[in-house]
């Protein structure tokens, strides 16, 4: 079902970027990265994640809904939420959402520095914010883990994640020279 779903997400990627225009987004939105990536690497990541019932997984900035779409074709017992700041983009997921007829996957619009993620104990990020934007998120996550143990998927900015003391490298993965994946838990 996911190959289904990837090709249909595929097709709409590419007419829907097309479309978008940073400017206009910017003036929109507000000082945000818009860049668009998606893992490919979407069995190594769930590979090394024991989900169990109860988990709620979060992809901040989940784009099109490839990492959730995946999750909640292959973990029906976990609860996947995205939050994606684009409606272009949001709506796209939400459409898949219903068209496969999947009951453990939201996807919201919404910032994901001001929507509450609290409910979550894994976190997923590709490479969505500015440097600067990095510490509120950061403190966020912080006061999270402060009242339950979380794990953070980071995938190519993981530099920003190794300077955080409260955070412990599990697995990395070295992608190529440039990126890897670093999977973290709470202390």
């Not at 959730?68 to 994606?84: M, P, Q, S, T, W």
């Not at 910032?111 to 104990?121: E, K, P, R, V, Y």
């Amino acid at each position: 079902m996911f190959e289904q779903i990837e090709n249909l997400i595929d097709g709409y990627t590419a007419q829907t970027e097309a479309t978008l225009n940073i400017a206009e987004l910017t003036i929109t939105h507000g000082l945000h990265s818009f860049r668009y990536g998606s893992s490919e690497f979407l069995s190594m990541i769930f590979s090394n994640l024991s989900l169990k019932k109860g988990d709620v997984f979060y992809d901040l900035g989940s784009g099109y809904g490839k990492v959730l779409l995946y999750g909640a074709v292959n973990f029906r017992e976990v609860l996947f939420k995205g939050i994606e700041i684009l409606p272009e983009r949001n709506t796209v997921c939400q459409e898949m959402i219903r068209k496969f007829n999947l009951t453990n996957v939201q996807a919201s619009c919404e910032d994901i520095l001001t929507a509450d993620i609290t409910d979550g104990n894994i976190f997923y990020i590709y490479n969505s914010l500015y440097d600067f934007q990095y510490t509120q998120l950061f403190n966020k996550l912080k006061a999270i883990a402060q009242t339950k143990p979380i794990k953070i998927i980071a995938e190519s900015r993981c530099n920003v994640f190794d300077n955080q003391n409260w955070l412990t490298v599990c697995h990395t993965y070295d992608l190529d020279i440039l990126r890897k994946i670093k999977f973290y838990a709470s202390e």
